[in-house]
Structures are given as structure tokens and as C-alpha cells.
């Protein structure tokens, strides 16, 4: 501890820059993890798999409550949005679905981005520490007086290395959060677009059937 309380000592207001970045972004993070990993997400396969078997056996209003067991999840919004539109046209059914994704989509996949922006700027906050703790070392060896040189000098680095080094402790395990948080928000997209068509399909298929 007296450590990391030496090493913001040393790096001024610039390891309390990238400190507010860390905040920002753990909070992001949080956020994002628990709406997409537990909120959003389901198993769009399985979930399909009862929906395809009671769309075929003409049972629209048991495929809507089986969406409504799982409101917040983003592929049962859209999915019924197209199944309270199974008895219209071709046209209702596909706009309906393409209006629920509009809506979706963007929540899925908010925020998300911001995260490699934090990664960027912590990076950035740390080479500016570093860069005006190297001036402030070269000026120690240009005007300093010998017995304050090597003080001044030693001040000089420490602030280039730990802003350097906070400003990296913060990117880098942002990146990571971020690139699995796109990976995921990018599965949950797809499958939306996917599953989406193919009960758009199915509803077709059964309404030509039964006209």
C-alpha cells in the first residue's frame, strides 16, 4: 500500500487522471457484463427449437408466452414481435420484426465501444505523464544545482515510468473487457439477424399454408 501511495506521490495529477479513466471504465464494464451476460443473452438455439415446434402446430399464443418468460432477453423481444403479427400480411409480419430489432440492437451493443476509447485515453494519459516527466529530468540536468540534481532527476523519471506503467495497468485489461464484450454483443446479434429471418420464413410458409 505505501507503495502505490508513493508511486501517485510521484506521479502528480496524472495517476489521478488515469485513476478517474479506471473508475469510468470498471463501471462500463460492470454494466455491460451484466446486461449482456445475464440480461440480454439466451439459448437462441433451444429457445428456437420450441418456437419453430409451436409455430408448426399452429399454437401462436403459447409462442408468445414462452417469449414473455424471458422479457429482457433481446431475441425474444423481436421474435415476438413478429409472432403477435403471425396472422397478418407478409409485409406486417417482416416490418414488425425489423422495427423490434431497430429497437434491440442498439441497446445491445451500447456502450460497449466506449471501452476501447477509456483503453486509448489511459494509454494517452500515461505518455503525457512520461513525456513531462522526462522534460522535467532533462531541466534538472540543464539548471538544477548538483546536490539537487540527482533528487530532481530521480523525481523526473519515477513520474515518466509510473504514469507509464498505471496508464497501461488500466488499458490493458479494458481492451480485454472490451474485446470479450463485443464478441459477445456480436453473438447476440447475429443471432437476432438469423433467427429473426427464419421466423419471418416459418410465419410465411404457415400463413400460404393455410390460406
Known sequence: MGEIKKAFATGG?????????SILA????????VFIFFKYNINAHAFMAQIQKLVM???????????????????????KAGLTRANKGEIEIQNAIEEASLEVVPLVMKRTATLAGLANI?????????????????????TATPDKRQEMLARGIALAMNTTAFGLIVAIPTLFAHLLLSSMSKKIVEE?????????????SRAKGGS
Open 13 to 21: 495529477i496524472w495517476m489521478y487522471l488515469i485513476l478517474g479513466v
Open 26 to 33: 470498471l463501471g462500463v464494464v460492470i454494466e455491460r457484463f
Open 192 to 204: 437476432i439477424d438469423q433467427y429473426s429471418v427464419k421466423l419471418e420464413n416459418l410465419l410465411i
Open 57 to 79: 402446430a399452429n399454437n401462436i399464443d403459447r409462442a408468445i408466452k414462452l417469449c414473455n418468460a424471458a422479457p429482457s432477453a433481446a431475441l425474444p423481444r423481436v421474435i
Open 122 to 142: 489511459a494509454t494517452l494519459l500515461g505518455l503525457l505523464g512520461t513525456i513531462i516527466g522526462l522534460i522535467d529530468a532533462f531541466k534538472a540536468l540543464e
